[in-house]
């Protein structure tokens, strides 16, 4: 199993990044897929996540309005849009995937999940 996160970076506050994560190894189309970030001295947190299907889309509070998870079957990938960062935005981002037939939430817990990429906000 892999998940390999790509287009973390260095940005100034007001700032859009899109993350990427290209997954192998499971079947795909059977796992919602996440992305938690985890900032120096805080605890890990769920940000987003997308249904199997992509027909349910799901946010934290914080980032409602300003991050859109998609996610294309055909290339297993799914990325997270990410506008109007904020400096509290900044930490290590994992693209995380939960099996469906788990029943659990995917901003809570996850199955799998990738080496993570930076994301650092400047003010």
């Known amino acids: 199993v892999q998940l390999v996160e790509s287009g973390g970076g260095l940005v100034q506050a007001g700032g859009s990044l899109r993350l990427s994560c290209e997954a192998s190894?499971?079947?795909?189309?059977?796992?919602?897929i996440g992305w938690f970030r985890q900032a120096p001295g805080k605890e890990r947190e769920g940000v987003s996540c997308v249904s199997s299907g992509a027909d349910m889309t799901y946010y934290e509070d914080s980032v409602k309005g300003r991050f859109t998870i998609s996610r294309d079957n055909t290339r297993k990938t799914t990325y997270l849009r990410m506008n109007g960062l904020k400096p509290e935005d900044s930490g290590i981002y994992y693209c995380?995937?939960?099996?469906?037939?788990?029943?659990?939430?995917?901003?809570?817990?996850?199955?799998?999940r990738g080496q993570g990429t930076q994301v650092t906000v400047s003010s």
């Open positions: 995380t995937a939960l099996s469906k037939y788990t029943g659990w939430g995917c901003l809570q817990r996850f199955t799998y």
């Open positions: 190894g499971f079947t795909f189309d059977d796992y919602l």
